[in-house]
């Protein structure tokens, strides 16, 4: 079991910046791929963003490549998504992710945060 607890959310204006952070605990971090979704008001939740267990591969949704960084720092079980350049598109609620594999954490992650708001709005 992985318990994940997300912050960094809030209000921003289109263009500017944020960066949320998931910290976990419980089974080693290092076990696994962690990643970021989003929900969108009436919206399906859909990949945002991943890295691998090591740090050495990511992976971005197309929407927001160039634009977000996902990152992880493993002394402190914590994994970062740089937002910059937001959109009012990006509006929603962002959920930290974590599973063992690197391809189920892009789709059907298995243990998932409660999820912090994101609003870009002028």
């Known amino acids: 079991q992985v318990q994940l607890v997300e912050s960094g959310g809030g209000l921003v204006q289109p263009g500017g910046s944020l960066r949320l952070s998931c910290e976990a605990s419980?089974?080693?971090?290092?076990?696994?791929?962690m990643g970021w979704f989003r929900q969108a008001p009436g919206k399906e939740r859909e990949f945002v963003a991943a890295?691998?267990?090591?740090?050495?591969?990511?992976y971005y949704a197309n929407s927001v490549k160039g634009r977000f960084t996902i990152s992880r720092d493993s002394a402190k079980k914590t994994v970062y998504l740089q937002m910059n350049s937001l959109k009012f598109e990006d509006t929603g609620v962002f959920y930290c992710?974590?599973?063992?594999?690197?391809?189920?954490?892009?789709?059907?992650?298995?243990?998932w945060g409660q999820g912090t708001q994101v609003t870009v709005s002028s």
């Open positions: 890295i691998s267990w090591s740090g050495s591969s990511t």
């Open positions: 992710a974590a599973d063992p594999s690197i391809t189920a954490i892009q789709n059907r992650p298995n243990y």
């Open positions: 419980g089974r080693p971090f290092s076990d696994y791929a």
